[in-house]
């Protein structure tokens, strides 16, 4: 089974908007057993569309398509549909009724003709109905691919996916399982866990595939298997991820894709009834904003101060300014008076501060570009590391958050 993913909008070839369609209509199909093969962003070109579609017939089993479905002229994905299937565009009474009870019901004003139009659908197409709003999205076949068309908007795209397109094609096609399954890691590039994990994938059965997917500071190992035996498969990624365990378990954290080392680390502080504050230069608040990002955080995320000016060190979380003047706003000291400051102002169990030269100029400082410094307050004292993240800025500030709260999360698992 393969699968070919079209959005149309020239909103997106300019950088308007972040395509997010793709990779959620990739996933959900990813979960059914097919694979995507092709990723496309085409213009709203009438003849670009065709020759998409026709470069695409047979080529994929299943394309599906999100944008251009709305009631404005520059919306021509309908037309091109009948121009592509010679058909004809009819009006849907089913459609229509929903439509009027969108526009006359919760907006309060009558009809136009533009509103109506919604309900114009290819003459031979399945209508998939869009209960979130006025486009509905429709499915067609022609030889050997089944061609669907999806609004734009990503909550209506999603509804339609999860309630009308996925149960269809699960219904429509038998389909080969595919498992995966994610270890996260912190603190070890990707060469150094290559190579300690390096016999062991050598020796992966030919139907389980590796991947390394690194970002600052983590690197995910996902691992898919694919096969007709959903129950063989299973068993057998349990007994590598244990295998893969014993070689490197210092280093994991979670072993699911939605459940990154924040979501991770709010359920051990749940769990052990501990609370949690920042205290933050470099990192701007990105910290707590990671933490917060968590539903539930508010049961141990107490609060942080995002110190980035150094009078407000001193100001608000009683950093002394004989401290800084003789060891720099950068350094081991100010770090750990900042954790005990935070710790102090929420009383709070445990503490995150960091004070750093992120880039691209060196601000109060004299520390080297790239150096952060990293402390953890506990309830029996504080402790801080130092290190170096390089350039640019935005990888100096990523690698930071991933450090700090990997550095938290193996303090209290001590506990």
Same mark, same amino acid.
């Given at each position: 089974m393969k699968a070919a993913i079209v959005t149309i909008g020239d909103e997106i070839l300019i950088g308007q908007i972040v395509d997010t369609n793709s990779a959620y209509i990739a996933k959900a199909l990813d979960k059914i057993g097919i694979e995507t093969h092709e990723m496309l962003s085409i213009s709203d070109d009438k003849q670009h569309i065709l020759d998409t579609f026709h470069s695409l017939q047979?080529?994929? #089993?299943? !394309?599906i398509i999100t944008g251009g479905l709305g009631p404005t002229k520059d919306d021509i994905t309908k037309k091109t549909f009948? #121009?592509? %299937?010679?058909d004809t565009l009819i009006e849907n009474e089913a459609v229509l009724l929903h439509v009027k009870s969108i526009i006359e019901g919760i907006y309060k004003r009558p009809i136009t003709q533009i509103n109506r139009d919604q309900a114009l659908i290819p003459s031979t197409a399945k209508v998939l109905f869009n209960k979130m709003g006025t486009a509905p999205g429709m499915l067609m076949e022609k030889e050997n691919s089944v061609f669907i068309s999806l609004p734009g908007v990503p909550y209506e795209m999603k509804y339609l996916m999860d309630n009308e397109v996925i149960p269809i094609l699960v219904q429509k096609f038998e389909r080969p399982y595919i498992i995966h399954q994610t270890i996260m890691t912190y603190g070890t590039g990707e060469s150094l866990i290559a190579e300690q994990i390096e016999e062991w994938e050598d020796n992966l059965p030919d139907f389980i595939k590796l991947a390394y997917l690194p970002s600052p500071g983590r690197v995910r190992l996902r691992l898919t298997a694919r096969g007709t035996n959903k129950e063989e498969l299973q068993t057998e990624i349990a007994?590598? !991820?244990?295998?893969?365990?014993?070689l490197i378990h210092d280093i994991i954290v979670g072993y699911n894709e939605d459940e990154p080392i924040e979501v991770v680390l709010g359920k051990l502080l749940t769990e052990k009834k501990l609370t949690i504050a920042t205290a933050e230069s470099c990192t701007g608040g990105k910290i707590a904003s990671t933490l917060t990002s968590v539903s539930g955080a508010s049961n141990y995320f107490k609060g942080s101060v995002v110190s980035y000016a150094t009078q407000t060190k001193i100001d608000v979380l009683g950093v002394s300014k004989s401290t800084i003047d003789e060891f720099s706003v950068v350094s081991a000291q100010v770090a750990s008076e900042m954790a005990l400051g935070i710790q102090k102002l929420t009383q709070v169990d445990y503490t995150i501060a960091t004070t750093g030269n992120a880039g691209p100029a060196? =601000? #109060?400082? !004299?520390? #080297? *570009? =790239?150096?952060? %410094?990293?402390a953890i307050a506990t309830p029996t004292g504080v402790f801080v590391e130092e290190f170096n993240f390089g350039q640019p800025r935005e990888k100096v500030i990523d690698r930071a958050v991933s450090k700090s709260?990997? *550095?938290i999360y193996k303090e209290i698992l001590k506990k």
């Amino acid at each position: 089974m393969k699968a070919a993913i079209v959005t149309i909008g020239d909103e997106i070839l300019i950088g308007q908007i972040v395509d997010t369609n793709s990779a959620y209509i990739a996933k959900a199909l990813d979960k059914i057993g097919i694979e995507t093969h092709e990723m496309l962003s085409i213009s709203d070109d009438k003849q670009h569309i065709l020759d998409t579609f026709h470069s695409l017939q047979n080529k994929a #089993d299943v !394309v599906i398509i999100t944008g251009g479905l709305g009631p404005t002229k520059d919306d021509i994905t309908k037309k091109t549909f009948c #121009d592509y %299937f010679e058909d004809t565009l009819i009006e849907n009474e089913a459609v229509l009724l929903h439509v009027k009870s969108i526009i006359e019901g919760i907006y309060k004003r009558p009809i136009t003709q533009i509103n109506r139009d919604q309900a114009l659908i290819p003459s031979t197409a399945k209508v998939l109905f869009n209960k979130m709003g006025t486009a509905p999205g429709m499915l067609m076949e022609k030889e050997n691919s089944v061609f669907i068309s999806l609004p734009g908007v990503p909550y209506e795209m999603k509804y339609l996916m999860d309630n009308e397109v996925i149960p269809i094609l699960v219904q429509k096609f038998e389909r080969p399982y595919i498992i995966h399954q994610t270890i996260m890691t912190y603190g070890t590039g990707e060469s150094l866990i290559a190579e300690q994990i390096e016999e062991w994938e050598d020796n992966l059965p030919d139907f389980i595939k590796l991947a390394y997917l690194p970002s600052p500071g983590r690197v995910r190992l996902r691992l898919t298997a694919r096969g007709t035996n959903k129950e063989e498969l299973q068993t057998e990624i349990a007994h590598q !991820v244990q295998m893969l365990d014993e070689l490197i378990h210092d280093i994991i954290v979670g072993y699911n894709e939605d459940e990154p080392i924040e979501v991770v680390l709010g359920k051990l502080l749940t769990e052990k009834k501990l609370t949690i504050a920042t205290a933050e230069s470099c990192t701007g608040g990105k910290i707590a904003s990671t933490l917060t990002s968590v539903s539930g955080a508010s049961n141990y995320f107490k609060g942080s101060v995002v110190s980035y000016a150094t009078q407000t060190k001193i100001d608000v979380l009683g950093v002394s300014k004989s401290t800084i003047d003789e060891f720099s706003v950068v350094s081991a000291q100010v770090a750990s008076e900042m954790a005990l400051g935070i710790q102090k102002l929420t009383q709070v169990d445990y503490t995150i501060a960091t004070t750093g030269n992120a880039g691209p100029a060196k =601000g #109060d400082s !004299v520390a #080297d *570009l =790239g150096i952060v %410094f990293i402390a953890i307050a506990t309830p029996t004292g504080v402790f801080v590391e130092e290190f170096n993240f390089g350039q640019p800025r935005e990888k100096v500030i990523d690698r930071a958050v991933s450090k700090s709260l990997e *550095l938290i999360y193996k303090e209290i698992l001590k506990k």
